[in-house]
């Protein structure tokens, strides 16, 4: 099952790559939750929580590196497309997310240690001789 969403979740990440090139000032994105990610969410997990009465699922995409970004999931309002929700309040949800479980936060560090650590070998390399 999760290979079958595998192509729709490439998809809609290279959707998020490029948004962010389009808004350069920008280091976090709300959008709906796109159907591959709701289906391979199901495969890892065998089951998903109901979305709460008025509510709907979300995906907040926070920039970690030119190259590299984490989405988590949430719920938010049915009536929302997240499109219209700016950068300080996608902050602030972002960080409330992760003040609320730990191991989002270790993930985050660990990727953007790794981000870090890479870009980091880029510059050395570019910078060196050959």
């Not at 997990?45 to 970004?69: I, W």
């Not at 950068?87 to 560090?109: C, G, I, K, S, Y």
Request: with cysteine.
């Amino acid at each position: 099952m999760l290979e079958r969403h595998s192509l729709g979740v490439d998809l809609i990440t290279a959707s998020d790559r490029r948004w962010f090139e389009e808004h350069p000032g920008r280091q976090f994105r709300i959008r709906r939750m796109a159907p591959a990610e709701i289906g391979s969410a199901l495969a890892v997990s065998g089951k998903l929580k109901p979305v709460p009465a008025g509510a709907a699922r979300f995906t907040l995409v926070r920039k970690l590196g030119p190259t590299c970004r984490m989405r988590i999931f949430i719920y938010g309002p049915a009536h929302k497309s997240g499109q219209e929700t700016g950068e300080a309040v996608a902050a602030a949800l972002w960080d409330q997310h992760v003040d609320r479980n730990a191991a989002v936060l270790q993930r985050q560090f660990a990727i953007a240690a790794i981000v870090s650590d890479h870009d980091a070998g880029d510059e050395a390399f570019e910078g060196g001789a050959a």
